[in-house]
């Protein structure tokens, strides 16, 4: 069922107006992340007609834009990616666990999104492998599945990235399964102090490559080096914070989280309230209240939202999910066997790496007819900016749908 209101709907009625005030200060991808959410099922994309094969009932359907920043496109996208990682997943505890920049450094990563965003990854990721290594610890080659999100619950810029960690991994030399303790994977501390020393060394040696970082506005002065230093220095004392949830209840509650996480855009359609004269209503979460007030409502002028949700566009060909340690890239499948076989269980058949989750909804995915339950076929496609033809006066339809 259609939402109320949704972000598009704030798009096409402010967004002209936004795109003239702020004309020249706006990116080009942030351009195409407001064009391609405005035309998302619409005619401009084009689409086709359906009929139902029974009662003749007809309907139209446009074409999704398919861009990563539009809530209408997300659901089955993350559908699709987690058909294709349900294999991966393996038969123990998994924990998540979240790495959040501090607000001196958030700053500075909104003007270098590419760079920062990416020095965030590579430094939660490598403190992750490093500690789990560490004999003290855990002593295991770990796999993780990292997501950045760049949002908090009001839209305000809060870069972070979850992690989605089993519980253990393989030993050094590859002889044996070594698992975590059921409900603690790595300190939290040891893992924020090395996460800080690991992105500020890293971020004052982006800052001495000429030309790597940016600075803007009010903290242009941070491009001389001596205030960038004193900027850092307070946040070398305080600790950065590591959170670290206690294992989910199994492989599918692994896959129902993932689903949650991996494709969401800053603010979600289901939490728009209204739109009118006074701006737009959503429902956050304020983390300072608990239980149920913990849900409030916030209203924020249409150029203001619009404002937030561009905050979070991100650069072109920026991957935002991302395999590390025993899940990535080329060894991936190699680590995987390993790690089935020596926790003593099968490999998924090919059959089943086939087969699709009950929830999986493949792109040609048509609902059944909303009268008689029958199959839905094409009868007509329709190009960009075409509008479809109305059924023949003879035909047996019994209802409509309109765009």
Known sequence: MRASIEVADIFRTAGPAYRAAHAGHLTLQQLKVMSAIEHCRTAALGGHVEACEDCGHWRIAYNSCRNRHCPKCQGAAARTWLAEREADLLPVGYFHVVFTLPAEVADIAFHNKAAVYDLLFKAASETMLTIAADP????????????????????????????????????????????????????????????RRLFLSRLVALHDDAGRLAFFGAIAHLAERRAFLRHLSPIRKKR?????????????????????????????????IRLDESGVTFRYKDYRREGADRQQLMT???????RRFLLHVLPRGFHRIRHCGLLAGSAR?????????????????????????????????????????????????FERWRQPR??????????RSTP
Do not use: Q
């Open 136 to 195: 003290k610890h855990l002593g295991a080659r770990i796999g993780i599945t990292a997501v950045l999100h760049t949002w908090g619950s009001a839209m305000t810029h809060h870069p972070h990235v979850h992690m989605i960690v089993p519980g253990g991994g393989i030993s050094p030399d590859g002889s044996r399964w070594i698992s975590s303790r059921p409900a603690f994977l790595l300190p939290v501390r040891v893992l924020g102090k090395l996460f």
């Open 240 to 272: 950065w914070v590591v959170y670290a949830k206690a294992p989910f209840a199994g492989p599918e509650a692994v896959l129902a989280y993932l689903s949650r996480y991996t494709h969401r855009v800053a603010v979600s359609n289901s939490r728009l």
């Open 300 to 306: 924020l002028a249409a150029d203001e939202f619009i």
């Open 333 to 381: 499948k190699a680590s995987l066997a390993l790690a089935r076989e020596l926790l003593n269980v099968a490999a998924p058949s090919d059959d089943d790496t086939m087969d699709e989750p009950d929830n999986f909804e493949p792109d040609n995915f048509r609902p059944p007819c909303p009268c008689c339950g029958g199959r839905m076929i094409v009868i007509e496609v």
């Open 390 to 399: 109305g059924p023949p006066h003879d035909s047996p339809s019994t209802g």
